[in-house]
């Protein structure tokens, strides 16, 4: 073999790049200081686009298809090289294959907690993960910004800088909306709208467009959670119904505790509050309901008492009910009580109106030698 045919041997023919990869996104064709030969072939695939590049400007760009790289295709590089003329030797150049594709589900997060102020729990951090997906559109752009002389640069290699992009624009975004902590959940696809409108710009410099982004998931700490279902919870429950199980229950722990007189007084005294409050209930849905009266309503100008016992409301409370509190001694002259007109709460000695309650109480039996 002859020392032109060796050369010959060593130009190359077809310029092509067959992607056996999911996440490769620039390749720069491998030339091994080997020329390219005048009216070699360029294939281009689907889903590729080809970008020359001459001692570091970018020079022609080539969209899917096979071409003949001769003067008449290549005009921007046989004006940067000077062939006024046409060539008909090898040329040196450096070429690029872009993928065009969607890279999809790419995975993004938080790396540290995001510190939010929520009006109800102060200073909270929360966490984020979800999905995005993204295509180069500008293939120059893209390799000057970002690819600079890599041999190949994956998805691995700009994840990083996306991820910061769009972690920085879900914090804006969501201390701009100040949406209650607990409505997170129910606002992911608001947000996701949001914060995906605003990363468009931001992948664009790059020569990027963003084509889906997802927020799956907003966490908290766990005493913010728990916190948040206690107040869901009693916004849905029946708060009388509560008070009545409470007491059902108190009542059921004094009459097994067997510490006395103490604990029977604390179980009655929770028996009378729920019976009151039963009673009530029972009178209020009465009077809601007149075509279900099965007892008459209260006595007009009966006065009621709301009662203190053991630093809890109780009542309001019927003269009868305030009479067996008076015999269990829960009720005292010092024992504060308030009804309807008095301004604050006082001591039910002060009032007439159980003047006699008091009255008909017999005093404490003398003590026995």
Not at 39 to 56: C, H, M, P, S, T
Not at 243 to 255: D, G, P, S
Not at 288 to 315: C, D, E, L, M
Request: charged share 20%; hydrophobic share 40%.
């Amino acid at each position: 073999m002859g020392i032109w045919d060796k050369l010959r041997g060593e130009f190359i023919d077809i310029v092509e790049f067959l992607d056996n990869t999911q996440d490769t996104i620039v390749y720069r064709f491998e030339r091994h200081n080997n020329e390219i030969k005048n009216n070699a072939k360029l294939v281009v695939r689907e889903g590729q686009i080809a970008v020359f590049v001459n001692e570091g400007q970018i020079a022609d760009t080539f969209t899917p298809g096979t071409y003949t790289l001769n003067t008449q295709n290549l005009p921007i590089l046989s004006t940067l090289k000077g062939w006024k003329y046409g060539f008909n030797s090898p040329f040196k150049a450096e070429v690029y294959f872009v993928s065009t594709r969607n890279f999809l589900d790419q995975k993004w997060g938080t790396k540290n907690a995001i510190i939010l102020s929520d009006e109800r729990f102060g200073m909270v951090e929360i966490r984020a993960f979800g999905i995005y997906s993204f295509k180069v559109t500008d293939a120059p752009v893209f390799i000057r910004q970002i690819v600079g002389t890599n041999q190949a640069f994956t998805t691995a290699n700009i994840q990083e800088q996306l991820k910061s992009i769009i972690v920085t624009r879900f914090s804006d975004t969501v201390g701009e909306t100040n949406l209650p902590i607990e409505n997170y959940a129910s606002n992911l696809n608001e947000l996701s709208e949001g914060i995906f409108g605003f990363m468009k710009d931001d992948f664009s410099a790059y020569g990027m467009n963003v084509t889906k982004f997802l927020i799956e998931n907003i966490s908290m700490p766990e005493e913010v959670k728990k916190e948040i279902f206690e107040l869901s919870r009693l916004e849905k429950i029946d708060l009388d119904k509560l008070t009545k199980l409470k007491a059902a229950k108190a009542m059921e722990t004094a009459a097994a505790n067997p510490s006395g007189t103490a604990g029977m007084g604390i179980g009655l005294g929770a028996g009378i509050a729920m019976a009151s409050q039963m009673t009530q209930a029972m009178t209020n849905q009465v009077q809601s309901n007149p075509t279900t009266q099965a007892t008459p309503p209260p006595i007009p100008g009966a006065t009621t008492y709301y009662v203190a016992i053991n630093g809890k409301q109780h009542g309001p409370l019927d003269q009868k009910t305030l009479a067996e509190l008076v015999a269990t001694q829960q009720l005292k002259q010092d024992t504060l009580v308030w009804k309807q007109g008095l301004a604050g709460w006082v001591q039910a000695g002060g009032q007439a109106d159980l003047q006699d309650l008091f009255a008909s109480t017999p005093p404490p039996l003398p003590k026995q030698d």
